[in-house]
């Protein structure tokens, strides 16, 4: 996709269409009292997909596009009409909607996430998710481990993220008290699919993560996560 260049004398705002520049690079010069309208293509764009041996180099007080045999003069309503050409040309899109539930405890599961911190670390998480286009819709969890709901990324690898959210989120935390210093996450974590439809089921069990711990540790539920999604493990080394 071909992205606005800021130039000198560029008009910023084309229309009141600012998704236009999601379509062709565009840019508009003034030229005495005549706006300057030209559509520009970077290097071998148009060898490839529904572009393929199309010329839409134009300037001039008229542009003439590609073999539709239309002219069109250099006046806002240009805009308009080029955008309804959208249709004409298929850009290719990549598409996906992956819900996970991630979860990983504290260093040894230590009981370190406290009423003091627990909120402002969960906020904390989910921009770190947010910097990284992973859409948080629920963080939540106890005194040694947190859960993670969200929409992961096109742009980013699940262990990419994981290194991200632990990394950063470990070296705040040390700044927050001394009660802190020590505080580390463990090295492994589990990541699990969620069905779209059952959103609200996982956020609820997030919400609710104090009831669900009065009776079961963190390493029961994990194992029940482990077993629910028939995820082999090896119990010596699941933990660290």
Known sequence: MIRLVPRAGRIPVLNGRDDFRD??????ENIGRCPMLKIITLSGWCSRGALKGHNILGWGNALSLWGIGKTYPTNPAVITHIISLWAIIKMPQSLSKICTHIVFSTKYRQPLID??????????LGGICKKFDCLPLKVGGYVDHVHILCVLSRKIA?????EEVKKSSSKWIKTQ???????YWQDGYGIFSVN??????VIKYIENQKTHHENKTFQTEYRGFLK?????????????
């Open 158 to 162: 699940v262990m990419k993220l994981l």
């Open 115 to 124: 009423d003091k911190i627990e909120a402002e670390l969960h906020r904390y």
């Open 177 to 183: 008290g001394s009660d802190y210093a020590n505080f």
């Open 228 to 240: 629910k999604y028939n995820v082999e493990y090896d119990e010596r080394y699941v933990w660290e």
């Open 23 to 28: 379509i062709f690079g565009v840019v508009i």
């Open 196 to 201: 779209p439809y059952e959103l609200d089921v």
